[in-house]
């Protein structure tokens, strides 16, 4: 049985750059164990996004587009920090994301759950399935209080 072919440390980033994007730390850590040193990492990250094949940038974009139509802004900022996003890329996001929290947390909470809570404890079940998701506890305590609903959404 012939031996695998050796892939160099590049072959191994652009393969899984050709797959979808990944943030600079993100790419680092898969990375990692085939590098023979970190400095020869960083300078083939470095390299890597000279030429633009990796992007915090466009990492975040496609995220912020994988992630919007089930997530609240605080899950999908989490998972930015915690795929090291700088703090200027992450106020970038913000305030669009939180813009569209209200209409998102109601359209999945209408899709899961459709009705008012009649009880207590189907109340606080429903208020962990929007806060789980990435929401405000206030946005989805107004959602199940039925403060919130379909009609403030309507586009005119």
Same mark, same amino acid.
């Given at each position: 049985? @012939?031996?695998? @072919?050796?892939?160099?440390?590049?072959?191994?980033?652009?393969?899984?750059?050709? &797959?979808?994007?990944?943030?600079?730390?993100?790419?680092?850590?898969?990375?990692?164990?085939?590098?023979?040193?970190?400095?020869?990492?960083?300078?083939?990250?470095?390299?890597?996004?000279?030429?633009?094949?990796? #992007?915090?940038?466009?990492?975040?974009?496609?995220?912020?587009? &994988?992630?919007?139509?089930?997530?609240?802004?605080?899950?999908?900022?989490?998972?930015?920090?915690?795929?090291?996003?700088?703090?200027?890329?992450?106020?970038?996001? &913000?305030?669009?994301?939180?813009?569209?929290? !209200?209409?998102?947390?109601?359209?999945?909470?209408?899709?899961?759950?459709?009705?008012? !809570?009649?009880? !207590?404890?189907?109340?606080?079940?429903?208020?962990?399935?929007?806060?789980?998701?990435?929401?405000?506890?206030?946005?989805?305590?107004?959602?199940?209080?039925?403060?919130?609903?379909?009609?403030?959404? #309507?586009?005119?």
């Amino acid at each position: 049985m @012939p031996d695998k @072919p050796v892939i160099s440390l590049k072959g191994r980033a652009l393969r899984f750059l050709s &797959r979808r994007d990944y943030s600079r730390q993100e790419l680092r850590k898969k990375l990692l164990s085939y590098a023979e040193s970190e400095v020869q990492l960083d300078e083939l990250l470095d390299d890597l996004q000279k030429n633009q094949w990796l #992007s915090d940038k466009r990492y975040a974009e496609s995220l912020v587009r &994988r992630r919007t139509e089930r997530f609240g802004s605080k899950k999908i900022l989490e998972e930015m920090r915690q795929n090291g996003l700088s703090d200027d890329l992450l106020n970038e996001y &913000r305030e669009d994301l939180k813009a569209h929290d !209200p209409q998102l947390a109601f359209e999945l909470w209408h899709r899961k759950f459709e009705n008012l !809570p009649t009880d !207590p404890k189907e109340k606080a079940r429903q208020i962990r399935f929007l806060v789980s998701r990435g929401f405000s506890s206030d946005l989805a305590l107004k959602i199940v209080s039925g403060r919130l609903n379909s009609n403030d959404f #309507s586009s005119g």
